[in-house]
């Protein structure tokens, strides 16, 4: 099992979940390598950095930027590239830690 299918788990039965994400494209918000916390939330809103599925792929770490009533939320990293709709969210990011200090926290 790979860390997506792990979180993804992790989130659908006990609503948290823990996972490292990598790569520079939510710079200077997420740094990476940075552990992210989770959680289930019955409502996304624009702003969140979430945990979703686009296009059939898995996205650890990405803001929602726009929502449709039919299309779902529109994914997109930090510098204005985006994925694309999903209505797939597994969860969003509500605390960011790297090197033992708190990067990032949203209640």
Known sequence: MNKYER?????????????????????????SGTLLTFIKAPEYAIGDIVFCKVKGRYIDAHKVIKKDTNKGCLIANNHGYENGWTKVIYGKVIAGEFENRMIYKKD
């Open 7 to 31: 979180l993804k788990n992790e989130l659908e039965t006990t609503g948290t979940g823990k996972m490292k994400a990598f790569g520079t494209s939510m710079l200077p918000i997420l740094k």
